[in-house]
């Protein structure tokens, strides 16, 4: 096997859930499978899930005992390289599974983490990555770093474990203060680079991610901004300068969420979802050929509230109409996509966000000139307000 293949090899995994009374069968079905997902965007293929029913986690293994002992017995038959849980971990838990699996153990938010990581390409997106995996990091000193210090590189240990392990919670502490000051200094300048654009109105897409924002964006705006199929492909900010029939407006595509966000996140990326927060317009990207975009919905409006970016001018975009499937599972033909635009206008999703709702799909290029009207019409009321002597614009 040559070096090059040798560094393409995907770690192989296994995922761990809880059915509990915080989530049923089909949820925990639902989060494993994006879990899933999440684990291939790092670049792990999962072998096998396990799922075990608790009243609540166990505090110290959290699956308890003999489900840990299974999923070790599975681990060394078959050489697994990591064990993912769909929670958060404590450091007690890491611990007492790490010596008992004796390999590399992560949750879902150091899943996420390191995603976000191996994204991040800006010095400002590095900044906030690596100060959310310190706080992340903090309170796991006991047990993440005597496993930090036996395994080297892989999936999860990007970033401040993988480069520098420091048993000093006083130095790990300090290195959290000077991130948070190097971000204040970036947060000043975002936020002079958004006091210089004026008082153009400011749209927002938004959404869950890998629903199809950046593709849209690039229609929008004629630009070319990363996209791809994988979860997280946007991490920085893109605002571009768009001109809709003569109004011109700041489209920007915003990092996705997704359920379980990390706090630490949340706070790292501050500036960065000041882009939400500031906006005059939100376009609410969804999934519709995702079995399960309404708790997708969900969750970004909760996001939303919790960042203080809800109660805005909405419009709600059902992306990905040409994937949607009829009864026997076969995609709807292209000359019956008119007649499935006009029955989906019908239907209780139109009415979802009780605003403006509309039916397109960025990669076909369907009904996006519908969109570039609504978004208009929008836009142009916001703008004759605010430059009340350009009405001739209109």
């Given at each position: 096997?040559?070096?090059?293949?040798?560094?393409?090899?995907?770690?192989?995994?296994?995922?761990?859930?809880?059915?509990?009374?915080?989530?049923?069968?089909?949820?925990?079905?639902?989060?494993?499978?994006?879990?899933?997902?999440?684990?291939?965007?790092?670049?792990?293929?999962?072998?096998?899930?396990?799922?075990?029913?608790?009243?609540k986690?166990h505090?110290?293994?959290?699956?308890?005992?003999?489900?840990?002992?299974?999923?070790?017995?599975?681990?060394?038959?078959?050489?697994?390289?990591?064990?993912?849980f769909?929670?958060?971990?404590?450091?007690?838990?890491?611990?007492?599974?790490?010596?008992?699996?004796?390999?590399?153990?992560?949750?879902?938010?150091?899943?996420?983490?390191?995603?976000?990581?191996s994204?991040?390409?800006?010095?400002?997106?590095?900044?906030?990555?690596?100060?959310?995996?310190?706080?992340?990091l903090?309170?796991?000193?006991?047990?993440?770093?005597?496993h930090?210090?036996?395994?080297?590189?892989?999936?999860?240990?990007?970033?401040?474990?993988?480069?520098?392990?420091?048993?000093?919670?006083?130095?790990?502490?300090?290195?959290?203060?000077?991130?948070?000051?190097?971000?204040?200094?970036?947060d000043?300048?975002?936020?002079?680079?958004?006091?210089?654009?004026?008082?153009?109105?400011?749209?927002?897409?938004?959404?869950?991610?890998?629903?199809?924002?950046?593709?849209?964006?690039?229609?929008?705006?004629?630009?070319?901004?990363?996209?791809?199929?994988?979860?997280?492909?946007?991490?920085?900010?893109?605002?571009?300068?768009?001109?809709?029939?003569?109004?011109?407006?700041?489209?920007?595509?915003?990092?996705?969420?997704?359920?379980?966000?990390?706090?630490?996140?949340?706070e790292?990326?501050?500036?960065?979802?000041?882009?939400?927060?500031?906006?005059?317009?939100?376009?609410?990207?969804?999934?519709?050929?995702?079995?399960?975009?309404?708790?997708?919905?969900?969750?970004?409006?909760?996001?939303?509230?919790?960042?203080?970016?809800?109660?805005?001018?909405?419009?709600?975009?059902?992306?990905?109409?040409?994937?949607?499937?009829?009864?026997?599972?076969?995609?709807?033909?292209?000359?019956?996509?008119?007649?499935?635009?006009?029955?989906?206008?019908?239907?209780?999703?139109?009415?979802?966000?009780?605003?403006?709702?509309?039916?397109?799909?960025?990669?076909?290029?369907?009904?996006?000139?519908?969109?570039?009207?609504?978004?208009y019409?929008?836009?142009?009321?916001?703008?004759?307000?605010?430059?009340?002597?350009?009405?001739?614009?209109?």
């Amino acid at each position: 096997m040559s070096v090059k293949e040798t560094e393409l090899k995907q770690e192989t995994c296994v995922l761990v859930g809880v059915i509990n009374s915080d989530q049923n069968e089909d949820q925990v079905k639902e989060y494993l499978d994006e879990l899933a997902f999440l684990a291939l965007t790092a670049g792990a293929n999962t072998q096998k899930r396990f799922v075990q029913r608790l009243p609540k986690p166990h505090p110290g293994t959290f699956v308890g005992s003999g489900k840990l002992l299974e999923i070790k017995a599975y681990c060394n038959e078959n050489d697994i390289d990591i064990v993912i849980f769909d929670d958060e971990l404590s450091a007690t838990q890491l611990r007492n599974i790490e010596e008992e699996l004796g390999r590399k153990i992560l949750d879902r938010n150091n899943l996420i983490l390191d995603i976000f990581a191996s994204r991040a390409q800006t010095a400002y997106a590095k900044t906030q990555v690596e100060l959310a995996q310190y706080e992340y990091l903090l309170p796991r000193l006991t047990g993440m770093w005597t496993h930090l210090e036996r395994q080297k590189g892989g999936i999860g240990m990007r970033g401040p474990g993988e480069t520098q392990i420091e048993s000093d919670r006083r130095v790990i502490q300090q290195k959290i203060s000077k991130l948070k000051k190097d971000l204040e200094k970036i947060d000043k300048q975002m936020a002079t680079q958004r006091g210089n654009r004026g008082a153009l109105v400011r749209v927002a897409l938004v959404g869950y991610t890998n629903v199809g924002k950046s593709t849209l964006m690039n229609l929008l705006s004629k630009s070319d901004v990363f996209a791809e199929d994988k979860l997280f492909a946007t991490l920085d900010t893109t605002v571009r300068k768009i001109t809709l029939h003569n109004v011109p407006c700041l489209l920007s595509d915003t990092v996705g969420f997704i359920r379980k966000l990390p706090h630490q996140l949340i706070e790292s990326f501050k500036s960065t979802l000041d882009e939400v927060r500031e906006a005059d317009v939100l376009v609410h990207v969804l999934d519709i050929s995702h079995p399960a975009f309404e708790d997708q919905y969900d969750v970004v409006k909760s996001t939303l509230a919790e960042i203080g970016g809800d109660n805005k001018p909405t419009i709600v975009v059902f992306n990905k109409m040409d994937a949607c499937r009829d009864e026997q599972s076969d995609v709807i033909p292209e000359e019956h996509h008119m007649e499935l635009l006009e029955e989906l206008k019908q239907t209780w999703m139109a009415k979802l966000a009780g605003d403006t709702a509309i039916f397109i799909s960025a990669t076909e290029k369907l009904n996006i000139e519908e969109l570039r009207e609504i978004l208009y019409q929008k836009v142009k009321e916001i703008h004759a307000v605010r430059f009340p002597y350009n009405t001739f614009l209109y």
